[in-house]
């Protein structure tokens, strides 16, 4: 089982990201995960992004990034996406994906560092 992020990087205030988490080996399909970003900056705890759920794609955001922040699925590619805009410093974290079947069935990926700085 895998799930591997990609997309992170450093860039200016106000700039776009777009994280991408590829899911693989999982037991059962993809669609039936719900999916979610997760970040955690330097001496804090990790907090929750933003959620999509399966079935359905409702979506849930942190107030943070509200409005800032998209998250989608492509279930046909076992992909979960995080488009990132108008970011401020105040997001430099590490981003983790998170999949969940149920409380006892989930997986996390290994994160990838996302920079905003002038």
């Known amino acids: 089982v895998q799930l591997v992020e990609s997309g992170g990087g450093l860039v200016q205030p106000g700039g776009s990201l777009r994280l991408s988490c590829a899911a693989s080996g999982f037991p059962f399909p993809f669609s039936s995960y719900d999916m979610s970003w997760y970040r955690q900056a330097p001496g804090k705890e990790r907090e929750l992004v933003a959620t999509i759920t399966s079935p359905g794609g409702r979506t849930n955001y942190a107030d943070s990034v509200k409005g800032r922040f998209t998250i989608s699925r492509d279930n046909a590619k076992n992909t979960v996406y995080l488009q990132m805009n108008s970011l401020k410093p105040e997001d430099t974290a590490v981003y983790y994906c998170?999949?969940?079947?149920?409380?006892?069935?989930?997986?996390w990926g290994q994160g990838t560092q996302v920079g905003v700085s002038s």
């Open positions: 998170k999949a969940v079947l149920n409380s006892n069935h989930y997986y």
